[in-house]
């Protein structure tokens, strides 16, 4: 049975897993979240090749493991910059997660999602070495974490605890349904992407970090259906019903400030 999940998570992601924000400055975000009530934290080997994990594990040495939501994923690694490979083969799929953990630091993590695979990747051979893997104490709650239609066959196999999807106020008929049945198979949901799907509006960096989100910015990608205030879109997905926590991530103090702020206004109203 899985425990119950902080409001917030914290994504260690993106630019925090990268040269571009400093180990220490990572160490101070990730501890503010945690001083902030944040006991989920995500991360995977796909961030940074791996460097966002070893960031998340140096901060779980410090702040306790027994007191953490620990999550991470497989099936999408780095492989250059900008370029991921995928590979959801048992063998992959082991050998992955065997090095999350190393880099962590940890014997087993809490959440274990698979990257957006496709329903043919979806194996009976893949799900047979997650058994053993989850057997043998490797991880507790199998997770799913995508953004469309992989989400469907994911659900639809029912064997997965927990799906990490997007939620925002500008979702279709389909991705209403999709968190519906979520909710009714007792599967936990993770809100990602809580702002909405556009493209966030480009801005002249200021300081390293903004250079990840710029470099995003100039990358081919959809128009998207609209975007809201961050710290809006999480309160919006947080009052929903299906979902058990949204996952921020920042690389500003203010901005991470302004979502705990949020969250305890509305846990004392």
Do not use: C, N, W
């Amino acid at each position: 049975m899985i425990p119950p999940l902080s409001p917030l998570g914290f994504g260690v992601s993106g630019a925090l897993g990268t040269p571009l924000v400093t180990r220490a400055e990572a160490q101070r975000l990730i501890t503010r979240a945690f001083e902030g009530g944040v006991r989920v934290f995500d991360t995977a080997p796909a961030y940074g090749a791996g460097e966002a994990e070893q960031r998340l594990g140096q901060a779980i040495r410090s702040l306790g493991r027994e007191r953490l939501f620990v999550i991470t994923k497989a099936g999408i690694e780095s492989a250059g910059l900008m370029r991921r490979r995928r590979d959801f083969s048992p063998d992959a799929i082991e050998a992955s997660l065997t090095a999350s953990l190393k880099r962590l630091g940890v014997e087993g993590v809490d959440g274990f999602f698979l990257h957006g695979p496709g329903g043919h990747e979806l194996t009976d051979a893949l799900f047979k070495r997650l058994d053993a893997l989850k057997a043998a104490g490797a991880y507790a709650h199998l997770g799913v974490a995508g953004l469309g239609e992989e989400l469907d066959a994911a659900l639809g196999a029912g064997r997965f605890d927990m799906m990490m999807a997007p939620v925002h106020p500008f979702l279709d008929v389909r991705e209403e349904a999709r968190l519906a049945a979520a909710r009714a198979r007792g599967v936990r949901v993770i809100a990602i992407q809580s702002a909405g799907d556009a493209p966030v509006q480009r801005r002249l960096p200021r300081r390293p970090a903004d250079l990840y989100a710029l470099a995003r910015s100039l990358r081919p990608a959809a128009p998207g259906r609209g975007r809201v205030e961050p710290v809006t879109g999480a309160r919006a997905a947080l009052a929903r019903p299906e979902v058990d926590t949204v996952l921020i991530t920042t690389t500003r103090r203010a901005h991470l400030d302004a979502h705990l702020a949020a969250h305890l206004a509305d846990a004392l109203a």
